[in-house]
């Protein structure tokens, strides 16, 4: 079979279970075939070999079973860093770049009131995703730490800080940054925001991600509950928290963040259009 064929087959064999067959596939006969994406798409009339063909459909029987690529592959991009992701956490998603531009902003703003170097904490921080993006991108005007309750997800984020950074970020074991001491010019977090009930649905389809990184209680709106009134004590005055939320808890984050006390709340869209940020200052 030549390479483009099998690629059309594999691609056929993940449409029920992927927005994105074609890629997945492509990702899938790079990694088995040992080379590079771009290589493997320019190579379609080339035979593909037994070991290389056999490679591939063990790959896309773990796909087909549900597996995310970026599991299979242990590796996920996300703001031009290779991120080591596994079982233990959630696969950073392009939706979360937009937390990282909000509080690159947030970051750049206090930097030119002279508030550097900056104390930035990212809670519930799985990968290490946001901490080491902007721990990346700012430098040395930045200080930056991170805390999860899971203790297998705090092991990968250090791994990605030491990998990605080339030294260790401050890494907190913490339910809800109980424990992290301030202050802080700005706090970041994703925390886990869907129902429990959407939660059951997915499991119940096989979903492979961790369900503490994914299960926001009945409302989805538990550890935003929690983290608000948290987040106030331990910003310094006129310190950020900024969150990604679900698409449709615009208003209910911001009436909690008001009902912490924080002003100057807003909420941001992505480029769909759906709220997908909310920022709040600490008085
Ligand atoms: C949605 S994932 C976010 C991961 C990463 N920040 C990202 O954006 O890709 C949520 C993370 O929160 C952690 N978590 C869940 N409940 C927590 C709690 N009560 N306190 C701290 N972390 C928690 C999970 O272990 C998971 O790593």
């Known amino acids: ?71 299979i592959l242990g590796l996920k991009e996300f703001r031009g860093l290779e991120f080591g992701v596994d079982e233990r956490v959630l696969c950073p998603r392009p939706d979360t770049e937009l937390l990282v531009e909000a509080a690159l902003r947030t970051a750049r703003s206090f930097a030119a009131s002279d508030r550097a170097p900056l104390r930035i904490h990212d ?21 930056v730490s991170m805390s999860d309750l899971s203790p297998d997800a705090l092991e990968l984020a250090r791994e990605n800080a030491r990998r990605l950074l080339g030294h260790e970020l401050p890494a907190a074991l913490s339910d809800c940054m109980e424990g992290v001491d301030g202050p802080f010019e700005l706090v970041t977090a994703n925390p886990p925001y869907v129902t429990s009930m959407f939660c059951d649905g997915i499991y119940a389809s096989g979903g492979k991600e961790p369900r503490l990184a994914l299960d926001g209680g009945p409302d989805g709106l538990g550890l935003y509950r929690r983290l608000a009134p948290r987040a106030r004590e ?11 939320i679900g698409d449709e808890q615009g208003s209910a984050v911001s009436a909690l963040f008001r009902a912490a006390g924080f002003g100057e709340v807003d909420v941001l869209r992505d480029l769909g259009g759906r709220d997908r940020v909310v920022l709040g200052v600490s008085p």
Do not use: H, K, N, Q
């Open 234 to 244: 331990v910003l310094a005055p006129g310190g950020v928290l900024a969150v990604e």
């Open 123 to 143: 809670a519930f921080t799985g990968s290490g995703a946001v901490a080491v993006a902007l721990a990346a991108e700012l430098g040395d005007s930045a200080a």
């Open 1 to 71: 079979m030549i390479i483009r064929a099998a690629l059309s087959d594999g691609a056929a064999a993940l449409a029920s279970v992927s927005e994105t067959p074609f890629l997945d596939a492509s990702l899938l006969l790079a990694r088995a075939l040992g080379a590079s994406r771009e290589r493997v798409l320019a190579m379609g009339p080339e035979e593909l070999d037994e070991t290389g063909g056999s490679a591939f459909r063990g790959l896309i029987a773990r796909r087909a079973a549900g597996e995310p690529v970026a599991y």
